[in-house]
């Protein structure tokens, strides 16, 4: 029985990782962008919502009315004033523009809020569990994490999937050059892809805030995990990574039932052994480009 | 009456290669202007500099007396201007239908069942209704060049330029493309041809500019440019010889 708990707390870990992991598919799949910044962007969210809490006394979840909508704004501008500009420049520069935003992102918070350990009040919820069977129980929490999960890649696929600027987003994707002779504003489509990156970027970084800790140095860490969501589920594919965090979380989860110190080791290994056995992903169809 | 476009002085250059140099004419509403020249004439480099994908060295682009001539492409396109490549490229991942959707909603700024209408409309002026829901990136060759032209007309255009969309077609399907574009220039289009079979444009064109290294060598009645002296030193199509 404690491997089916393992396995379910992995599963349900998982979608916390995918809801997280969205964003950086997003920007890959839109604009072939890899964001390093990605999980500094998440802590910045997380101590945004710590500001707010210690200035205003708010739960955490109030705070998501206020650091989502200002992440999606950052994001705009970020693509606006600085990516775009280094997409001109060619591919390898957006990288490096988002490395560099990662130091600066790490130093700032650093200077703010000193190196403490931090963890946002998760409240009622963050203990309340749901007993299933005699032995197994699930934190409310955390099935509240994959139900955002699947909502946010669900919105986000019927989004893309029926609405002009969705459709817009696509065949942006697909060709920027061409876009513009159909009256697409592509820098238009990048903002606003970024933006919606950005917002679940934040998300995840509150709701990893009310679950562990975090400090002004996690975000490389952090972003591994996302990393590897992205991969194992297949670049480019929103259920995809859906599937690769789950992958992932079981991973981890079941490696930490084995010994606690290979919780972290067993989803690389995992995320290795896809990257040998499957390099175009879990959900990619066989045979598609890694 | 204003002519749809009008271009003056029109000069851009990759380094020092020239590749339109003192560029003027201007084309009124429902008529159409044949493009021919030798290959590196700079015709297609000309539908860039009026689409906007390129930004002209010197010179003025007029659109119903606008000046865009430092507006960028998608703008230029939601206000009228529509062009399809030589190669086509479609959206592979979309659907035949939703590349034309793209375009009427961008391009031509419709929403909801409007831009369905003018998608589906398209789609069915260029031959391509029952390819509707096909992925677009499994279209043969012929196909992908009208869904170039259904795209561009979905875009609702003023000013419809064409970059050899005739290459490679039959002869039934080259009549059919032919009937196609007095259609749309019977309808008030102002079109732009670049093409380089000869007879096929001679049915549709009222008037034909013969590039040379980016400049202009005759421009006029089309049988009186191709029958021009210049034109024919630097410009021998195969219908032309015979």
Redesign the interface.
């Known amino acids: 029985m404690t491997w089916v708990n393992a396995v379910l707390q992995g599963i349900l870990l998982g979608g916390l990782y995918a809801l997280f992991a969205t964003g950086l598919s997003l920007m890959f799949g839109v604009m072939r962008i890899v964001n390093l910044a990605h999980g500094d962007l998440s802590v910045l969210a997380a101590f945004l919502a710590f500001a707010l809490i210690d200035a205003f006394a708010l739960s955490s979840f109030v705070t998501l009315i206020v650091v989502v909508p200002a992440m999606a704004v950052l994001g705009y501008l970020v693509q606006r004033l600085l990516l775009e500009r280094g997409l001109r420049a060619g591919p390898l520069a957006p990288l490096v523009v988002t490395f560099g935003l990662s130091v600066v992102l790490q130093n700032a918070l650093l200077e703010a809020f000193s190196p403490d350990s931090r963890a946002l009040p998760a409240g009622a919820l963050g203990t309340a569990s749901l007993q299933l069977t005699e032995s197994l129980s699930v934190g409310w929490f955390a099935v509240l994490c994959l139900g955002l999960a699947v909502a946010v890649l669900a919105g986000l696929q019927l989004f893309l999937a029926r609405t002009?600027f969705g459709?817009?987003m696509?065949?942006t994707?697909?060709?920027r050059?061409?876009?513009?002779?159909?009256?697409?504003?592509?820098r238009q489509v990048y903002a606003v892809a970024t933006a919606i990156a950005f917002a679940t970027l934040a998300l995840a970084g509150v709701l990893f805030g009310m679950r562990t800790t975090f400090d002004p140095s996690i975000g490389p860490a952090r972003l591994i995990f996302a990393f590897e969501a992205v991969i194992i589920g297949g670049l480019g594919s929103l259920w995809g990574t859906l599937a690769g965090g789950v992958v992932l979380g079981v991973a981890q989860t079941v490696g930490a039932q084995i010994s606690p110190a290979y919780a972290v080791l067993a989803g690389h290994l995992v995320f290795l052994a896809v990257l040998v056995l499957r390099p175009q992903g879990i959900l990619a169809p066989a045979g598609s480009r890694p | 009456m204003t002519p749809v476009l009008a271009v003056a002085g029109l000069r851009h250059s990759f380094g020092s290669l020239v590749v339109a140099d003192d560029i003027t004419f201007d084309l009124e509403g429902g008529r159409a202007l044949g493009i021919v020249g030798p290959n590196g004439a700079g015709k297609s480099t000309l539908l860039n500099l009026i689409s906007g994908t390129l930004r002209p060295s010197s010179g003025t682009v007029l659109l119903d007396g606008r000046d865009i001539s430092r507006w960028p492409a998608d703008r230029r396109c939601r206000l009228g201007i529509g062009r399809t490549y030589q190669v086509p490229r479609p959206f592979a991942e979309l659907t035949v239908f939703e590349n034309a959707l793209v375009a009427a909603s961008a391009g031509a700024g419709l929403r909801g069942s409007a831009a369905y209408d003018a998608a589906a409309g398209a789609l069915d002026r260029t031959g391509l209704r029952r390819h509707a829901n096909e992925g677009a990136g499994r279209l043969p060759l012929l196909d992908r060049k009208r869904l170039e032209l259904a795209r561009a007309l979905a875009t609702g255009p003023r000013l419809l330029l064409l970059d050899e969309i005739g290459g490679g077609l039959t002869e039934p399907e080259l009549r059919e493309l032919v009937a196609t574009v007095t259609g749309l220039r019977g309808a008030g289009l102002a079109v732009i041809w670049i093409e380089h079979i000869v007879h096929a444009l001679l049915e549709v064109v009222d008037e034909m500019l013969c590039l040379a290294a980016g400049r202009v060598l005759a421009r006029g009645d089309p049988r009186d440019v191709l029958a021009s002296p210049a034109v024919r030193d630097v410009y021998l199509g195969p219908e032309l010889a015979a």
């Open positions: 002009a459709r817009a696509r065949a994707s697909d060709d050059e061409t876009v513009q002779l159909l009256g697409i504003d592509q």
